[in-house]
């Protein structure tokens, strides 16, 4: 009888313990399971977000990129950055915050009013009616987000008004009349989107200044042939001074400063439940190791050899960590769920952005941490087995 | 970005309560090992006085690390990257910033001055306006439950500006989404624990599988046997609460200077109260009581002649 074969009769005779145990790696690995999800998954879906916006590079103004700041003579930094030949698409943005109201005056809100130059393609994807460049025509086409458009109640083809503010600064000009051509979920919007987007000429004109403002945000897709890296080399050397970064730049520096948190409490959280797992697996099979011992030294008497036992024992570890490790995996997806659900609640956070996001390598790390618990855990109860005097066991038993 | 008030002056005059006005702004130092700071100004009744001396600025721990720079040393402050526009000013002091967790990993670099010298510095010669801007107006109210018409009050009178609460609701407040993730973290172990602890508890059960059939053929009843149980249950429960409070207590101080060092902040990571302890051990108590009772029911519930197995 194989060691395998031993250990699945152990396993099956003492069903209940056996369930139990399963049960608890099962939670625990849940667990751990989702620690490493969430240990890179803010960082790979906001990865992803300025992937599927369609630019590589961002150039932004002296406020870096966590303090949006003007940048100063925009207009000809893209013209010049257009010129580029490892530059393929320039696009302007410029955000201030505005009042939209519904026809007849019905509902307001305060908006966040992009304008840019060109329909950003991939910073929204369109819901209902058309996007900016194909509203040809109308002098403030605009876009809502859906959560705008549902709690204003229009759609593509109603107009609102709109009257843009320089922060800080009282207005008494007229509001402008501008046309819903579409509404749009924007990639960075939050739940409660108050985005508005609308062409940078009509921008202007709700703003009422006497002369185009800077952009705040210039957004650059490189040449597939070029590659972004190329794209800002040849953008800092054409304009030396400005603050430009690729995607993975930017990636690079939420990760040092904005998601550390994340990835320090999945670090501490996943290594105190790897912990909590081993001792508890450790502390069942060392139990049960002592129920045992009499039957133990009975199979060894019978010439199972030590080697034999120990591979036994294992094998039940094997048997409790994979099973419960295997049922982790749903379960954790399930939980992940759940506690993505949680943290997305944080306010102004992108309706787009996940905390945990599956990678094959977390897959892999917890695999080997399951197996590195499962040997770890069944070491002390081979080390009993291993040194256990058969004839003085067997006659404690009989005569206990 | 740079955020203002203009005409903050009439505002803050017409808001008529105690008032503290600060102004923000991006700085650059040029002293040897040139960095960018926030630097802040606040308003004094008793601003600067013109003398030949510089003015006086603080500069946060953390800049006069990074910078080397103590009390007492010159410095010039300017407001653009080429420093074309830049005063000198004397270090007066060096402070902590005020721990905040909105922003711990952000390294504070900062530097405070009186708003007079930062107006100087900053404000557009080309526009006279802009001597009379500011970031933000800070109001304490008489009564703070009159917050909200308070704002709503100022926002009607004075179009442009908008009036915030400085607390925050239980919506809006990303600690106590943080708070509700740990919960939720917290139920997910307990589950998990709470499985080990019955797997245990059946184990326990079965070695005493003889004494508890001769203690039912001496004649003491099930109940007793499961209070006894129950009991048991408690105190391992009890007793595992208090360990692990215990442990928390222990290693709550290494988790804070870790984090602290890390993140070269005062703030405070971890901190075991008396409620936090009391609700894990009201928890673990009855844990220990259900599983002790699930685990030895499934044996004290058959006949006593099958638990000594005749």
């Known amino acids: ?400 | 970005m740079t955020r203002s008030v203009r005409g903050s002056t009439a505002l803050a005059g017409a808001v008529v309560a105690s008032i503290a006005a600060a102004s923000s702004t991006f700085g650059a130092w040029h002293v040897p090992g040139t960095c960018q700071a926030p630097i802040c100004g606040a308003w004094r009744a008793q601003a600067a006085t013109q003398s030949a001396e510089p003015p006086a600025i603080l500069i946060s721990r953390q800049l006069a690390a990074r910078t080397h720079l103590s009390t007492g040393d010159l410095v010039t402050l300017g407001s653009d990257p080429k420093g074309t526009r830049r005063a000198s000013f004397r270090i007066a002091g060096i402070y902590e910033p005020t721990p905040d967790p909105m922003r711990f990993t952000a390294t504070r670099l900062e530097a405070r001055l009186h708003l007079p010298d930062l107006v100087d510095l900053v404000a557009d010669p080309a526009d006279p306006a802009s001597r009379d801007a500011v970031t933000a107006i800070n109001v304490r109210l008489v009564d703070a439950a009159d917050a909200t018409s308070f704002a709503s009050d100022l926002a009607a009178r004075t179009p442009g500006t908008t009036a915030r609460l400085a607390s925050r609701s239980r919506d809006d407040d990303p600690f106590a989404v943080l708070d509700r993730f740990h919960v939720a973290i917290s139920a997910v172990t307990m589950a998990g624990g709470t499985a080990f602890l019955l797997a245990l508890m059946v184990i326990r059960a079965e070695e005493r599988r003889e004494t508890v059939g001769i203690l039912r053929l001496l004649g003491i009843s099930r109940r007793t046997l499961l209070l006894s149980v129950a009991i048991e249950g408690v105190a391992i429960a009890a007793l595992g609460a208090v360990f692990g409070i215990l442990l928390a207590f222990a290693t709550e101080g290494l988790v804070n200077r870790i984090f602290q060092a890390r993140y070269d902040t005062a703030l405070v990571f971890v901190r075991v109260t008396p409620s936090i302890a009391l609700r894990s051990v009201l928890i673990a108590a009855p844990l220990g009581i259900v599983a002790g009772i699930a685990a030895s029911w499934t044996l004290l519930r058959r006949d006593v002649l099958s638990i000594v197995r005749r």
């Not at chain 1, 009975?298 to 049922?327: N, Q």
Request: with cysteine; charged share 15%; proline share 4%.
């Open chain 1, 1 to 400: 009888m194989s060691a395998l074969h031993l250990a699945w009769r152990t396993v099956r005779r003492y069903r209940a313990q056996t369930i139990l145990a399963i049960a608890g790696v099962a939670v625990i690995g849940a667990l751990l399971f989702d620690m490493l999800l969430l240990s890179r998954g803010l960082l790979l879906s906001f990865a992803d977000l300025l992937e599927h916006a369609g630019y590589d590079v961002r150039i932004v103004g002296g406020g870096g990129m966590t303090l949006r700041m003007p940048i100063p003579d925009s207009a000809a930094i893209a013209d010049a950055v257009r010129r580029l030949p490892e530059t393929e698409t320039v696009v302007l943005v410029r955000i201030l915050p505005a009042r939209l109201a519904a026809p007849g005056g019905k509902s307001s809100a305060s908006v966040a009013l992009i304008g840019v130059s060109g329909a950003a393609a991939g910073a929204w994807t369109i819901v209902r009616g058309v996007d900016l460049d194909r509203a040809s025509g109308d002098a403030c086409p605009v876009i809502l987000g859906r959560s705008l458009a549902a709690r204003v109640g229009v759609g593509p083809g109603d107009h609102v008004r709109i009257n843009a503010e320089q922060v800080g600064v009282s207005s008494a000009l007229p509001a402008i009349t501008c046309r819903i051509v579409g509404v749009g979920q924007f990639a960075f919007g939050g739940a409660g989107d108050d985005t508005v987007a609308t062409t940078l000429d009509a921008l202007h004109r709700a703003s009422g200044e006497d002369r185009v403002g800077d952009a705040d945000l210039i957004l650059v897709a490189s040449r597939p042939a070029a590659g972004s890296a190329a794209a800002v080399a040849a953008i800092q050397r054409a304009r030396p001074g400005l603050a430009v970064y690729s995607n993975d730049e930017v990636v690079e520096q939420f990760n040092r400063n904005g998601f550390a948190y994340f990835r320090q409490i999945s670090l501490v959280l996943s290594s105190l439940t790897m912990v909590f797992a081993f001792l508890l697996v450790a502390t069942l099979l060392t139990v049960s190791v002592n129920q045992r011992l009499g039957e133990i030294a009975a199979l060894r008497a019978i010439g199972i050899g030590r080697s034999r036992i120990a591979a036994m024992l294992l094998w039940e570890s094997a048997l409790l960590v994979g099973v419960g490790g295997l049922l982790a995996l749903p379960l954790g997806e399930l939980l992940a769920l759940g506690l993505d659900r949680i943290l997305r609640q944080m306010p102004a956070l992108p309706e787009q952005l996940h905390f945990f996001v599956f990678e094959p390598r977390a897959l892999v790390i917890h695999i080997a941490v399951l197996v590195v618990t499962a040997v770890a855990a069944a070491a002390y109860p081979m080390w009993i087995t291993a040194r256990m005097p058969i004839a003085a066991t067997l006659r404690r038993e009989v005569v206990g």
